[in-house]
């Protein structure tokens, strides 16, 4: 069995952020599930906990999952806002991934 190791994850989910609107949505979806219901309410992170969005993104953050969630699809400048917001939290976002698939995380 190949072991993937976290950074090929990484890598290769930084391509797919560049070029999949889906991959994005998906991504802003899984933080904005991160965050606290207050966290939410207020789009700003409270909670330094490493989970969601972090402190800078929460705002726009926030705004797009809802929008997302609502059946909305991001566009244009908010298309690229939210490539660089899952970019950043790219680590956390392949971690997700990987528990999702039942797969190992291999650290490096």
């Not at 909670?47 to 797009?64: C, D, E, L, P, V």
């Not at 909305?72 to 790219?90: C, D, N, S, V, Y």
């Amino acid at each position: 069995m190949t072991k993937i190791t976290m950074k090929s994850r990484v890598a290769a989910l930084k391509v797919q952020l560049a070029n999949d609107a889906s991959a994005v949505e998906w991504g802003i979806s899984q933080l904005a599930m991160r965050q606290t219901e207050y966290e939410l309410e207020s789009k700003e992170t409270i909670n330094k906990n490493r989970q969601g969005f972090s402190s800078s993104n929460a705002h726009w953050g926030t705004i797009y999952a809802q929008l997302v969630a609502g059946g909305g699809k991001l566009e244009g400048e908010h298309l690229e806002r939210a490539i660089k917001i899952a970019t950043f939290h790219a680590r956390q976002l392949a971690r997700i991934a990987a528990e999702a698939e039942g797969g190992v995380v291999e650290e490096g």
